[in-house]
């Protein structure tokens, strides 16, 4: 590639003769004499490098380097001065032209800082295309192991960002499969506690009786069985992080237990005396409304008001369909290589009914949709047939519809035929269970069953 050099000099003699040199080395040389015709085609063109005599008539050097910067700051620029301006250059410097040259210079000065100007260059404009890279990669794909494009996941993957660094509890808030546990494991990892204990406690899994023992521990001899102390998971995870997860679940004596330890820093082991003081980080998940449980006096206001400092709310995956492709892409990325096959294609359809589900299970359903299909997928294809029936059983009725110019009143057969198999499927066959769920009489359903000749 042949760069371009743009010279603004007000000597004949100096101009022509740089634009002469410059050309016989093989560069595009523009030229021009005044300040004021430079601007026009610093407006209208676009230079590799720029050479600008300090003293002009009309606009001067250090306009024209302002001018220069703002259009393009790619463009290298180099100021002409004579010696006694050599201020005014260094003032230059300051605006960002990458050197200068003074008065009188021979051709291969000019050559040499040419040079080295374009060398610098290229290594500015390498330096801007991997931070672009490294904006768009993260802007596009990953964000520390969650995928996501939508704008709700952008802001989500920048809040992480901020608070990962500080000691702030987080509420994470989000339905089933949505990525709770994906979030607070990346809000761990990029926190200054992340070489510390990390430790999870699924408060729907642990039976009330066993909670407070789990939680603080307890000495030898603080109930029956008691035969040796045990430290509890509070104190387990000194120095560290822990992630409440399902927090609406704990049963409420306990909650006020942890209030006290989120207040005070301090746990005393089950028949222990000794204060502990412990330095934590909390995390905590919910699928549930934490504030209508507030409301049935499930939950305490006080515990909500502490975990509540910075919510993070995930919506559905239907709410954020932008996701579903590049999600699609990911999870068949990652089972293919799990499952040892080479690249998986998704048919038209399989994909359409992928794109259009609405997802109840979020991104835990359609990766394990994906899972599925991979497995299942035959000559490196994956096909409808190898999706889950609830994702792929109506979107293959309105295809069929679409494609085969099936009337409105057969189309809407067919779908209430697959919508009663479907149901009494899932009822096990009962059909007084079928008929409530689908909201209509017995009777109603017998002759439906009649009427669509569906067997037993
Ligand atoms: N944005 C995402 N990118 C990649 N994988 C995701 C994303 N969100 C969720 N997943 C995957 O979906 C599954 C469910 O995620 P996770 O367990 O974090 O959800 P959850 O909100 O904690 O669900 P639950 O409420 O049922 O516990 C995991 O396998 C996780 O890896
Ligand atoms: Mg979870």
Request: aromatic residues 8%; charged residues 30%; hydrophobic residues 40%.
């Amino acid at each position: 590639m042949k760069e371009k050099i743009f010279i603004v000099e007000d000597d004949p003699a100096m101009r022509l003769g740089m634009a002469h040199f410059l050309k016989s080395h093989g560069y595009i040389v523009t030229s021009c004499e005044n300040g004021l015709e430079a601007l026009q085609s610093i407006e209208s063109q676009t230079f590799d490098i720029a050479i600008f005599d300090l003293k002009l008539p009309g606009v001067d050097g250090l306009k024209l380097l302002q001018a220069m910067k703002k259009k393009d700051p790619t463009t290298v620029v180099i100021i002409i001065t004579a010696f006694a301006e050599i201020k005014t250059a260094v003032q230059a410097i300051k605006e960002g032209a990458f050197d200068y040259i003074a008065k009188p210079f021979s051709n291969d000065e000019l050559l040499l800082i040419i040079e080295r100007s374009l060398k610098f260059r290229n290594l500015e404009i390498l330096e801007i295309e991997v931070e672009y890279l490294r904006k768009t990669v993260r802007g596009k794909e990953v964000f520390e192991g969650l995928v996501g494009i939508s704008n709700s996941m952008k802001e989500i993957f920048d809040k992480i960002e901020v608070i990962a660094k500080t000691d702030v509890p987080v509420l994470i808030q989000g339905d089933s499969g949505t990525g709770k546990e994906l979030i607070a494991d990346a809000i761990q990892r990029l926190s200054a506690r992340k070489d510390f204990p990390y430790i999870k406690i699924n408060c729907a899994a642990i039976p009330e009786t066993l909670f407070e023992s789990e939680l603080f521990g307890f000495e030898k001899g603080a109930f029956t069985g008691a035969t040796e102390a045990k430290k509890g998971k509070l104190e387990l995870a000194n120095g560290g992080t822990v992630f409440f997860d399902e927090i609406a679940d704990m049963p409420l004596s306990l909650q006020a237990k942890l209030l006290r330890v989120i207040e005070d820093g301090i746990i005393y082991r089950l028949g222990g005396k000794e204060a502990i003081v412990v330095n934590l980080r909390f995390i905590y998940a919910s699928c549930k409304n934490i504030k209508e449980l507030i409301k049935a006096e499930k939950f305490r206001e006080d515990l909500f008001y502490r975990i509540n400092v910075v919510p993070i709310t995930i919506p559905p995956l239907r709410e954020r369909r932008e996701d579903i492709p590049i999600l699609i892409e990911h999870f068949l990325e990652q089972f293919a290589k799990k499952y040892n096959k080479s690249k998986i294609q998704i048919s038209p359809s399989a994909y359409e009914a992928l794109l259009s589900y609405d997802y109840p299970g979020n991104v835990r359903e359609l990766k394990h949709a994906i899972e599925r299909g991979v497995i299942l997928s035959k000559d490196g294809i994956m096909d409808l047939k190898h999706l889950p029936e609830e994702i792929s059983a109506l979107s293959s009725i309105e295809l069929n519809c679409i494609n085969n110019n099936i009337s409105l009143k057969e189309c809407l057969e067919h779908f209430e035929k697959n919508i009663i198999l479907k149901t009494l499927k899932e009822c096990d066959g009962k059909k007084t269970e079928a008929a409530k769920r689908l909201g209509i009489s017995r009777k109603a359903l017998w002759e439906k069953i009649k009427a669509y000749r569906i067997e037993e």
